[in-house]
């Protein structure tokens, strides 16, 4: 039987490490998704299903449900979430044309969808780790390459 009598407790120096609590994600600007766009919607949503793709802290996007539009969302801030600069739909109220009507489809307001993609710059520039990452920029064809 072991015994570790008498192992001395050596007293703090105050350098005493934080409670043990999981850090929090943190956001690489600079990250983008692994491969380019994909072309067509389908395969967009196999690389979503496998995991593939991932938000600015690398970890795999899932779809969840998005409060204020009731469709689904992988992190990206939704127009609904805005007020409208347009009609000035309060933020979780659908946009309005002049006629008090809902804009066809359920839709927003063009610069409602500009403010949201406004807001997901700010939210890259700033690290956000829920951000999806975006897709990296398109690749020269290498075929055009040969010709210089
Ligand atoms: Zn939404
Ligand atoms: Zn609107």
Redesign the pocket.
Known sequence: MTSTHGAGHHDDTGDTPAPTEAPPARGDPDRTQAMPRPRTQNRYRELLAAGRLVDLAGRALTERHCPWCNATTIGATCPLSLP??????AAGR???RPSGHQ?YGGG??A??EAAAATADRIRQRDGDPDLPAPWPPDLVPAAQLALF
Not at 84 to 89: E, L
Request: proline share 7%; glycine share 0%.
């Open positions: 409208c600069p347009t009609c000035h739909a659908h946009c309005r804009v927003v307001h610069s409602r």
